[in-house]
């Protein structure tokens, strides 16, 4: 469970904090709900307190397991099967909304890789740059840091 103020990670929306707990009811039923802000855009999500399961929300990454997230980026043997653009597509979409990070890693790594060896597709452009922003800034956070910082870690990850 999560306390008002907690940082929380909602898959494909990135980091929020818990402004509050509220009760409300819907269909006579009364629910409490937590009520997140993101971090990144100010968009504000009711989650019910029952559901945080089936929605995804889950604590930001524990210090100790960011060096696994570079792990993931630093690996090169990546197996980048000759599927159609739109298959890999909807395969990163998933990972993405399924919200782990360690799975955003990987996607993020296999464009990043793929982006290598030729230009990427504007979809697969546009998935790239949502897993960055959300491992960035989840990271940031992790490690109390600046955004840039690991913008940079990042970088100098797949520098040729």
């Known amino acids: 469970m999560f306390d008002i103020g ?15 707990i509220e009760s409300k009811t819907i269909s006579g ?17 009711m989650i019910p307190t029952g559901n945080v399961d089936v929605v ?13 997230v570079f792990q993931i980026l630093k690996e090169r043997r ?20 399924g919200g782990c990070i360690f799975s955003i ?4 790594r296999d464009l990043q890789v793929l982006e290598m060896g030729k230009n990427l597709s504007f979809g697969e452009r546009k998935i790239l740059d949502t897993a960055k922003n959300l491992l960035v800034k ?23």
């Open 6 to 20: 907690d940082k929380a990670v909602y898959p494909s929306h990135g980091v929020g904090v818990i402004e509050a």
């Open 29 to 45: 039923r009364e629910q409490l709900f937590f009520i997140l802000r993101i971090v990144d855009n100010g968009m504000t999500i």
């Open 56 to 68: 995804g929300l889950r604590e930001v990454i524990p210090p100790m397991e960011i060096p696994k």
């Open 78 to 97: 990546v197996s980048l099967d000759n599927q159609t653009w739109n298959r890999r597509y909807r395969e990163y979409m998933e990972k993405i909304n």
């Open 105 to 108: 890693a990987e996607v993020l």
């Open 138 to 160: 989840e990271l940031a956070v992790a490690k109390d840091c600046k955004e840039s910082e690991i913008l940079i870690e990042i970088r100098k990850i797949f520098e040729p």
